[in-house]
DNA sequence: CCGATTTTATACCGACCGGTATAATTCTTC
DNA sequence: GAAGAATTATACCGGTCGGTATAAAATCGG
């Protein structure tokens, strides 16, 4: 009961995700973000709450449905096709066409005001996330054999992740796929054999 | 003649770079940088024109001061030590402890919003100059026999360059020195041997 | 048609943004 | 000491920030 709303939410929210993932957390203002959706401050509070809470719903939106190559991907069955393909996932998501540039958790946690300290530590929180769980398959991997003995599964998932971080600021400074690609490529030589 | 500043502008051209350099351009608020400075705002106007004009001075300061090693490991023999010499500085000036952690290029880099357009563009620039100049010293080390016949030198120093900038994220995400350093070890594993 | 309920549109809030006008203060030079 | 030049401190500018109070409009169940 009650007026129905005149606007989709879900398109709404996509909107807020790409406005967030190209300008970032503080470079986006509660006006682009309404321009950009078509609807009106009190709609976007009462629908989301405020910038902080739709940022969160927004960046939960991009793991979702831009990162979930990244859980696929370590259920490859050896290293350093995990290794790859999270690599190749990065790069094509940051590469997309129809995509803003780069990463939008790279983006948005970069430099910040005092104001968005919560923001940025979430945003950190993320990536640590990520690298801890690489971390625990290349584990298994050197377990398994599929890695070298002595080899260090928290030094490799670092490694990926600085070069997916580095893909990120390459692709928001308007690098285009294929040259990524091939950057890939040679980041992986680094990677052990099994 | 007229009335002596109360305050050391070389002091001052410092704290700013400090701040901008943790908190970004956006970040960095006019009183930020008076209060950090110990100055009021008609002497920051009076002294540095405007905060873009601040911005600018701070960014060369940081190139001739934190960035000259850079310039310096163009200079060596080979490539390889030039690739090195290059990772190792970005992460000694990345991680060092009296620092703002990770890099003010890549820092400022990311998300902006529309009113810092011509900032994001300068500081895309700053990256070009850098990856371009890398790229012509590959070549030439191409062509001297120093790297193999088949290598692509604008792709080696993207790699190189993309490793630089993705230590520069683990660094202000609190990644400390010897972490970074044993990544810079297996991303040189990549590097073509003469 | 009548509340009850929810979403709209408009107008507004205090705080802060980058930047500046004004005038008092402190120096040098005559 | 007076004139002139430069820096200081104070107070202020219009604009935008994130966020909200108020009330009109649109739907429901009765």
């Given at each position: 009961m009650g007026r129905p709303r005149e606007f989709d939410a879900d398109d709404a929210l996509q909107t807020a995700l790409e406005l967030f993932w190209r300008k970032g957390y503080e470079g986006t203002s509660i006006t682009d973000l309404t321009d950009g959706m078509g609807i009106t401050k009190p709609s976007l509070y009462g629908t989301f709450g405020n910038k902080e809470e739709l940022f969160r719903m927004a960046l939960q939106r991009y793991e979702e449905n831009y990162m979930a190559f990244f859980w696929s991907a370590l259920?490859?069955?050896d290293a350093r096709t995990v290794a790859f393909d999270i690599l190749r996932g990065f790069v094509n998501a940051q590469t997309e066409e129809c995509n803003p540039g780069g990463c939008l958790v790279v983006n948005a946690a970069r430099a910040c005001s005092d104001a968005a300290l919560e923001i940025h530590k979430t945003i950190v929180e993320r990536i640590q996330v990520g690298q801890k769980a690489l971390a625990r398959r290349f584990d298994r991997a050197k377990r398994e054999g599929?890695?070298?003995?002595?080899?260090n599964p928290e030094d490799l998932a670092r490694f990926i992740m600085t070069v997916a971080q580095g893909t990120a600021v390459q692709a928001s400074s308007g690098a285009g796929r294929d040259e990524v690609y091939r950057l890939v490529d040679i980041a992986m030589k680094s990677f052990p054999r099994s």
């Open positions: 259920e490859q069955p599929d890695l070298p003995a002595d080899s």
